[in-house]
């Protein structure tokens, strides 16, 4: 944040059922994956925001960071509304590749 505006992890790590990691396995055999309760896992969402082609993404004078995906920067004056919109069409894309929905993980008011 000192060096560039941003709010930190934007997504948090979606909990997805073992299903869907088999389906994602099909074209990414190599989707990093974690235990979690309920017979679940846990997906990194850094990964497949990366895997969606957003990673290092600008728009004019905001964007994703070019060294963690999961991180959505303003370089210079970029309103709520563009960085919220900016997620909002990260989630989808996400969600349109994957069938994972993330979720935001900072507190938007």
Same mark, same amino acid.
């Given at each position: 944040?000192?060096?560039?505006?941003?709010?930190?992890?934007?997504?948090? /790590?979606?909990?997805?059922?073992?299903? %869907?990691?088999? /389906?994602?396995?099909?074209?990414?055999?190599?989707?990093?994956?974690?235990?979690?309760?309920?017979?679940?896992?846990?997906?990194?969402?850094?990964?497949?925001?990366?895997?969606?082609?957003?990673?290092?993404?600008?728009?004019?004078?905001?964007?994703?960071?070019?060294?963690?995906?999961?991180?959505?920067? /303003?370089?210079?004056?970029?309103?709520?509304?563009?960085?919220?919109?900016?997620?909002?069409?990260? %989630?989808?894309?996400?969600?349109?590749?994957?069938?994972?929905?993330?979720?935001?993980?900072?507190?938007? %008011?």
């Amino acid at each position: 944040p000192k060096e560039i505006g941003n709010a930190g992890s934007f997504f948090k /790590n979606p909990v997805v059922s073992k299903l %869907i990691l088999e /389906n994602i396995k099909k074209n990414h055999p190599n989707v990093p994956n974690y235990p979690a309760p309920n017979n679940c896992v846990k997906l990194a969402a850094g990964w497949l925001i990366e895997q969606a082609g957003w990673k290092g993404k600008t728009f004019d004078y905001y964007g994703v960071h070019k060294l963690q995906a999961l991180v959505l920067v /303003n370089y210079k004056g970029a309103t709520g509304k563009e960085i919220f919109d900016l997620s909002t069409s990260i %989630i989808t894309e996400v969600k349109n590749i994957f069938g994972v929905e993330l979720e935001r993980e900072v507190k938007i %008011i």
